[in-house]
């Protein structure tokens, strides 16, 4: 089945210390989105990507960065996590972009900082 | 940037019994989605509906434009219902890659 899927599904990571999420798509989608999720609260826009093209929200911290190496790949690296930095991470596709598309989620990554 | 507002936040039923969650936004929208996520995470699109009604099963979603308002209806609910539902739109000034979620209505159904 064509999905979105992020591995891996919980991670731990130290006070500083880089880390990586990853996210793939089978559907062949033209964008590819990464969100927070912080506890109880709704998913945040950090950014997305449209083919290449990356676009960053205005309040997402310097802290957070993404590439998009293929289609169907798509990365966020945090540099240096803080305890705020805490959360579920979601990764959403959709077909365009436009404005009458729905976005398919990945199940998330949650992120531990120790 | 436009606001969304749901209520209520918090929701509890027993099974069996019908209900309406509510999403205000504060401007004209482009696309409005309904969404829940399950207790593990997993966020699962119920309904594209920017205006207009549509139904899939016991879901029921309309929208008003004009009056800037969505509902969702759940009939004859079931535990398996249980979690969070969020109503997220695109504004009208927006080509479709900015959706700003709503704090989201979390519901549990009793067994």
């Known amino acids: 089945d064509a999905m979105v899927i992020q591995n891996p599904r919980y991670q731990v990571t130290q006070f500083g210390k880089p880390v990586t999420l990853s996210c793939s798509q089978t559907?062949?989608?033209?964008?590819m989105y990464w969100y927070q999720q912080k506890s109880s609260q709704a998913p945040k826009l950090l950014f997305h990507y449209y083919d290449k093209d990356f676009n960053n929200e205005a309040d997402t911290p310097d802290n957070f960065q993404s590439r998009r190496p293929n289609t169907s790949f798509c990365f966020l690296d945090i540099r240096s996590p803080g305890l705020g930095d805490a959360a579920m991470y979601l990764c959403?596709?959709?077909?365009?972009?436009?404005?009458?598309?729905?976005?398919?989620f990945g199940p998330g990554t949650r992120l531990l900082v120790l | 940037g436009i606001q969304v507002e749901q209520s209520p936040p918090d929701l509890i039923l027993q099974e069996g019994a019908n209900s309406t969650l509510r999403c205000n936004f504060s401007d004209s929208v482009n696309n409005l989605q309904w969404f829940h996520q399950n207790p593990w995470g997993q966020l699962i699109n119920l309904f594209y509906?920017?205006?207009g009604t549509k139904q899939n099963g016991r879901l029921s979603a309309t929208t008003v434009a004009t009056e800037r308002y969505s509902l969702l209806y759940i009939s004859s609910s079931q535990t398996t219902d249980s979690g969070v539902y969020f109503c997220a739109v695109e504004g009208g000034d927006n080509y479709g890659q900015n959706f700003v979620f709503g704090p989201g209505t979390r519901l549990s159904v009793l067994p």
């Open positions: 959403a596709t959709s077909i365009d972009g436009g404005q009458q598309e729905t976005q398919y």
């Open positions: 509906i920017p205006s």
């Open positions: 559907l062949n989608h033209n964008v």
